[in-house]
């Protein structure tokens, strides 16, 4: 697949202090990436250092072959921005904040604009910005980053204020702009949502990359829970291609991909007491390197295990 | 730069109208005060002289021809224009004492209201408009207070008022509030969106001009004076006072695309203003020696670039000490340009 945003090495560095560590990933073109991490986890850092509103400290960023920081206008001519921390201009009416937004790009995307915030959001735009509650301000801008006739949406925390209608008219946005050939990046804190709709996802913690998931993959992939009668097996074929998630005494957790009939054919000839088969949502992923007994040296292991 | 500026300074001029639109119509109404206080100025030293006359008994044959007289003899002194009031403002409140002081003559028969008197009788309408029906129309102190602070005073402070407000709300005040990502997100380049605020900032000033020569000229179309200015004499003294607050703005911009929070640059500025005020006057005593170290500070102040007087009379020097505030006024963007295309842009501190 084309990559429509790269990093490379990419690191900000305040002081002593590492807002992103070498971080080095791929975003493809017309896919929805998810960016996951706790608070201060470099998330915000990394779009804002992609936007060329911060600088790096070391390393490079690019949209489409664009540097971020040198060539930052080109960059934002490609780009759509939905900040986390949504600040507006009160005394401005919805109208004329959206008219305003858009007459920065020429005046492009101001009908459809007017129409995802009237029809879709249902707001009143005749009213000042002022007047429009958390909920209603983000819609305000959500209906502005929708419309933007660009190749990239970044949206950073997007439902965060939002109900949940209109959490779902978000995520139903997302999959219009994917279907229409635009590359989403949507930072967020619900789990649930990002594995909805993200092709890939990527784990961040302390300004690091940990790990990145392509949820096809993740989709079919399986959880399996073992009891054993003995002690459980230290060694398994190669060829099962089962990952050890957690050991515990008899009791095994494996992550498998691929035949499931020679995995219930190995399982037929061990002496196995219980077995349950089901499918790994991404908060276990997630916990893998954000539950709070995972200490930062133990992680390095965890990601390898992690690969697939 | 060019799909972005205007709306760019659309917004910031609607964003700007409350304080702009009083800022202007105050530099107004103080122009036109200027003008009523000089025809009032004006028209109680014809009073006083109608007075002595009628107590000398001359009044008959004298006040008409005075009258007369006056019209074709111009001052020698300028008699409008608020940035010089200093030396104005004593004449009229000289003036004021006088008339206390030959308050209680014998009433003398009552002659007919010159143009003059008809000037005084309608300033006293405005005083008392402003002041009330109970207003001590007989106090000097509420008539020097005035013309000091409302002539001298206020003119200078709004376009400094102004520059420091502009500048602090550039850079450092947009962070702040988080406007900034919003703007910037866009495709608007940091230089752009740095000289939107400079290009309203700078028609902001030419408004106060306009407003400052405007208020003058239509105040005299209501209070005759002995001396109209002419529209360039009036435009000097402005165009001085604006390039003040144009170099204020220009060291304001500079601080705040430093910083993170307004009220820093807002108050750094604030306090350079006032010191350099305080070491112009420090600098400025009479009688200090040449090569005293008092001299010092006064020579290093903007304000040393600020002869509203010579320039409403001559405008010798008005040329260099425009040119001397442009100059700061351009380091102080050229400044916030360099410092602002190489920085971070945090998320809303």
Known sequence: METIITTFGLTKQYGDFYALRNLSLEVHRGEVFGLLGPNGSGKTTTIRTILGLIKASSGSASVAGLDCWHDSLMVRERVSYLPGELRMFGYLSGYK??????????????????????????????????????????????????????????????????DPSAREIVLDLVLNAKSQGQTVIFSGHVLSEVERISDRVAIMRRGQLMHVEDMHTR?????????????????????????????????????????????????????????????????????????????DEELVAVVDNAKP | MNKSLFPLINRLMVETRF?????????????????????????????????????????????????????D??????????????????????????????????????????????????????????????MDMSSGAIETMMLYFLTVGIPIMIPLFWGISRGSAAVAAEIERGTMDMILSRPVSRTSYLMAHVITTVIGFALMIVFLIAGNKVAEQFHSVDMSPSIKALA??????????????????AMSAWDLVRWRPNMIASILTIAQLVGYAVGNQPGTEDDSWYKVPGKLSIFSTFFPIEGFVKGEKLGFNVMVLSAVFVVGVVAAILRFNSRDLPANS
């Open chain 1, 97 to 162: 904040h959206l008219k305003f937004l858009c007459d920065l790009r020429g005046g492009l995307g101001y009908d459809r604009a007017v129409h995802i915030a009237e029809k879709i959001m249902e707001l009143d735009l005749k009213r000042k910005v002022r007047q429009y509650s958390t909920g209603m301000k983000q819609k305000l801008a959500l209906a502005q980053a929708f419309s933007d006739p660009v190749e990239i949406l970044i949206l950073d925390e997007p439902t965060s204020a939002l």
């Open chain 1, 219 to 295: 989709r079919c992939a399986r959880m399996v829970l073992a009891r054993f009668e003995t002690d459980a097996p230290q060694e398994f074929p190669d060829d099962l291609g089962l990952i050890v998630r957690r050991r515990d005494g008899r009791e095994l957790l494996f992550e498998h991909q691929g035949e499931i009939k020679s995995l219930l054919d190995w399982f037929s000839r061990q002496p196995i007491s219980e077995i349950a088969i089901g499918t790994e949502d991404l908060r276990g992923l997630y916990d893998r390197f954000h539950s709070p007994d995972v200490r």
């Open chain 2, 19 to 71: 304080f702009l639109g009083f800022s202007l119509i105050a530099l107004f109404g103080l122009s036109w005060f200027s003008v009523l206080r000089t025809s009032w100025s004006e028209g109680r030293q014809e009073t006083v002289a109608i007075r002595e006359q009628a107590q000398r008994g001359e009044l008959a044959k004298a006040a008409p021809k005075k009258a007369a007289e006056k019209k």
């Open chain 2, 73 to 134: 003899e111009p001052k020698a002194e300028p008699a409008k224009d608020e940035p010089k009031s200093e030396t104005k403002a004593e004449p009229a409140k000289d003036a004021t004492k006088t008339a206390d002081a030959t308050a209680t003559p014998a009433a003398p028969a009552r002659p007919p209201e010159t143009d003059a008197q008809r000037n005084q009788r309608r300033a006293r309408g405005f005083y008392q408009f402003m002041g009330g029906p109970d």
């Open chain 2, 236 to 253: 000097r003294p402005a165009i001085n006072v604006v390039a003040m607050g144009l170099a204020t703005f220009g060291i304001t911009l």
